[in-house]
């Protein structure tokens, strides 16, 4: 007998529908993700899946970052000025801006001062009644020092607020650009506060972005209506939904049958089978990001430069890129990308030498050396495959003596352990949050990041911060460049990680859907999308959609195990007392 989940909700997943049975398609679109949020406040996570169901989707910032002209472009905040001396922010806020309406929350006023002073302080104030409402924690914030950065929010009136910083700091509008500086009700934080559940704020989210959260089925589908009352430029689209859907070859094989408009994260090798689909584009830009394999420099042998030189002697870039990425990638020599401004070929990477890998092991006294490699049971823009990856690494490293164990969890489990740091080293990545080189150092490489625990290789040099407090302290970007080029020769000699590719961003979609809207950074946005005039779906689709409304009981697997418990999945919208998973998730989006 097949499940429940397969026979009453998978039609939901399939879609489009308020609800299961006969009933007329609304304008939309579905979108085949690859797995659950952890929560639905991007505040509280670096993960690329939650970032893109989330954060342009339901929020908006208080400016954003225009990819096409390279600056920064109102949002909530209409215009801001800076003071001379780079200490004080001050932002004028647009007016009428709607929240959702949700059955939880019905807002009685427009956006104003106190949703920025609620959505921030919740931040920087050890003493706010929601900052310590997460497991955890701000982490990109932490990462950054945001706290200490931001000394305090002033409050001038309703349509006014300064930022008072400690410091000056060129990145600082690039930062509140970011996919994580989302706007939160603070009306709707007050209202759940004296009703006692102010755990559900991070969960039954309300914003002012073009879409509202209209219901969520773990492991199923997130399902999105359009915000009729909408700021900016309404969407077209009367609903949104995510078909979870961890499977890239099921991904695959529902945009082509018409299951999906979009699809996330391909396998290199089936772009090929896509090239083959008449009805399929697939849409590639240079991506603002990094895939490494991060060591824990806490840990011996981890903890001697000359085993981590070693290592990174060991490893076949080229390789990689051929059997991983068929050529959708170019090796990294550094933590940034070709495509960021303050990158140069001139920094010398640790060239594949195992001659040379064997003498330096010698020289630090191992003759034997065990090790285990943690990889991503998740694909990501970075690293489509983690654990092909490793297994490369593996056979690299044999070639030199080295015996490599290869350690994988489920995500949830991954991250739960991942924060505890008990390892020796892992592969994960870095997706740029904005354009600002910055992010590709503080986030991952500080001294903060290192107390955040946004820090994989545990690593943490006050003269490598130096250079990149120096670097924020000036807007020259010649002297920036200069700064961040000495960061990353410090990063070549040390090698608390070894920086292995830069992927491109692939995004599948269907030839009706004619536009999308996707940066070589941050999450996607599906608002600005154009549909064709006529319905998305194929034939086949068509054909499919007719048996979720007849009487067959035959409904499409997602080809997904569930466990029994996940037989009666969580509804967002019919029991408030379920969740996405928020298991600590330090994943690098």
Not at 529 to 549: M, R, S, W
Request: glycine fraction near 4%; proline fraction near 5%.
């Amino acid at each position: 007998m097949m499940r429940q989940w397969q026979l009453t909700l998978v039609c939901a997943c399939s879609l489009l529908l308020s609800a299961c049975g006969k009933a007329q398609l609304p304008s939309g679109l579905v979108y085949c993700s690859e797995g659950n949020p952890e929560t639905f406040n991007p505040q509280l996570v670096t993960s690329g899946t939650t970032i893109d169901a989330t954060s342009n989707q339901i929020y908006n910032r208080l400016v954003d970052y225009d990819s096409a002209s390279a600056s920064i472009v109102p949002s909530l905040a209409t215009q801001w000025q800076v003071s001379d001396d780079g200490l004080a922010y001050r932002f004028n806020l647009r007016r009428d801006v709607h929240y959702h309406q949700s059955e939880l929350f019905t807002p009685s006023r427009f956006f104003n001062a106190d949703d920025v002073l609620f959505s921030f302080n919740r931040i920087i104030d050890l003493q706010h009644p929601y900052h310590e409402i997460t497991r955890t924690g701000y982490p990109f914030f932490q990462s950054i020092s945001f706290a200490e950065l931001v000394t305090n929010i002033e409050r001038v009136n309703d349509f006014e607020v300064v930022f008072h910083l400690s410091r000056p700091d060129a990145a600082f509008l690039s930062n509140l650009a970011t996919d994580f500086a989302v706007i939160l009700s603070a009306e709707y934080a007050q209202q759940l506060l004296a009703q006692n559940q102010a755990d559900k704020l991070d969960f039954f989210a309300i914003g002012t972005g073009p879409f509202k959260l209209d219901e969520y089925v773990k492991n199923e589908y997130i399902r999105y209506k359009k915000h009729a009352d909408f700021w900016g430029v309404i969407p077209k689209i009367e609903m949104l939904v995510f078909d979870i859907t961890p499977r890239s070859s099921v991904r695959l094989a529902k945009l082509i049958t018409g299951d999906c408009s979009v699809s996330a994260l391909p396998k290199a090798t089936e772009l090929a089978v896509v090239k083959q689909q008449k009805n399929l584009i697939i849409d590639t830009q240079a991506g603002l990001n990094v895939a490494f394999w991060a060591f824990n420099t806490q840990k011996a042998p981890f903890d001697d430069v000359r085993v981590r030189q070693a290592l990174a002697h060991a490893v076949d870039k080229e390789n990689i890129l051929r059997v991983v990425y068929h050529d959708t990638a170019v090796a990294a020599t550094g933590v940034l990308p070709p495509s960021s401004w303050a990158y140069t070929p001139s920094v010398i990477p640790n060239e594949y030498n195992p001659k040379k890998a064997r003498q330096l092991l010698d020289a630090a006294g191992i003759n034997q050396l065990s090790i285990d490699i943690w990889a991503m049971p998740v694909a990501r823009v970075y690293n489509p495959n983690a654990l092909k990856t490793a297994e490369l690494i593996q056979a690299d490293l044999a070639a030199i003596g080295v015996k490599v164990n290869i350690v994988s969890y489920d995500w949830s489990v991954f991250t739960q352990k991942l924060a505890l740091a008990d390892y020796d080293s892992v592969l994960i990545g870095w997706n740029a949050d904005n354009s600002d080189p910055d992010n590709f150092f503080t986030p991952l490489l500080s001294c903060a990041a290192f107390n955040s625990n946004n820090n994989r290789s545990r690593w943490c040099q006050p003269a490598f911060d130096e250079l990149l407090t120096k670097a924020q302290a000036t807007t020259d970007k010649p002297e920036r460049k200069a700064l961040y080029q000495a960061a990353e020769a410090i990063i070549a000699a040390q090698v608390p990680m070894v920086n292995l590719a830069h992927a491109q961003k692939v995004v599948l979609r269907k030839k009706q859907l004619t536009s999308t809207h996707s940066a070589p950074y941050g999450g996607i946005s599906f608002a600005p999308i154009i549909l064709a005039e006529k319905n998305l779906a194929t034939p086949a689709a068509e054909t499919q959609q007719a048996d979720l409304y007849g009487d067959s009981d035959i409904r499409h697997d997602s080809g997904t195990k569930h466990s029994d418990s996940e037989s009666n999945p969580t509804k967002v919208s019919h029991n408030p007392a379920d969740k996405p998973s928020d298991a600590p998730t330090q994943e690098q989006h």
